[in-house]
T-cell receptor, first 108, second 112 residues
Framework: SQQGEEDPQALSIQEGENATMNCSYKTSINNLQWYRQNSGRGLVHLILIRSNEREKHSGRLRVTLDTSKKSSSLLITASRAADTASYFCATDRNDMRFGAGTRLTVKP | SQTIHQWPATLVQPVGSPLSLECTVEGTSNPNLYWYRQAAGRGLQLLFYSVGIGQISSEVPQNLSASRPQDRQFILSSKKLLLSDSGFYLC???????????FGPGTRLTVT
């Protein structure tokens, strides 16, 4: 089974708009992480939020975590064409599990 | 700084042939190491992880195996490839399960 499940599966927006992606998980966690993957490349770690945190910022990224709902969201503000990629969430544990990802397309 | 290497970048192998993919990490000691497979347009599937030399945990029963002969070396192998083994294989490392994972560039395997 997959621990992280992202939605939507695909998202297409115009440059300058905000993009919001959601992630749900099933069991208790110590932290949740968001990753980005450009087509055909390895994953790049974006941000980690711990279970005792509710919100975290990193540049144009804002991540929220609601442990009562077992969900997280990733907001990218003022999107750019270079943000086009797939975004994955994953929870901690050695058997870290990733969802299928959200494929974000930012049109110039 | 830490770096992770994977090779080869691409590989085309016939069905029934053996496989050996290598991953090495530099700049850290006793990392957790991971092998993932990603089918086209899909998420990542964890195949194996290792918390130390000779310690391998398998997540998915299949015709693949993994070994960790040295602290910073992780090898993915198969004796006989299947068509369904095609995919994008990613190696990753982390300090521990509580920390983020850092991924290699991946190996695209096509089994024909």
């Amino acid at each position: 089974s997959q621990q992280g499940e992202e939605d939507p599966q695909a998202l297409s927006i115009q440059e300058g708009e905000n993009a919001t992606m959601n992630c749900s998980y099933k069991t208790s966690i110590n932290n949740l992480q968001w990753y980005r993957q450009n087509s055909g490349r390895g994953l790049v770690h974006l941000i980690l939020i711990r279970s005792n945190e509710r919100e975290k910022h990193s540049g144009r990224l804002r991540v929220t975590l609601d442990t009562s709902k077992k969900s997280s969201s990733l907001l990218i503000t003022a999107s750019r064409a270079a943000d086009t990629a797939s975004y994955f969430c994953a929870t901690d544990r050695n058997d870290m599990r990733f969802g299928a990802g959200t494929r974000l397309t930012v049109k110039p | 700084s830490q770096t992770i290497h994977q090779w080869p970048a691409t590989l085309v192998q016939p069905v029934g042939s053996p496989l050996s993919l290598e991953c090495t990490v530099e700049g850290t000691s006793n990392p957790n190491l991971y092998w993932y497979r990603q089918a086209a347009g899909r998420g990542l599937q964890l195949l194996f992880y290792s918390v130390g030399i000779g310690q391998i945990s398998s997540e998915v029963p299949q015709n693949l195996s993994a070994s960790r002969p040295q602290d910073r070396q992780f090898i993915l192998s198969s004796k006989k490839l299947l068509l369904s083994d095609s995919g994008f294989y990613l190696c990753a490392w982390s300090i521990s399960a509580d920390y983020e994972q850092y991924f290699g560039p991946g190996t695209r395997l096509t089994v024909t």
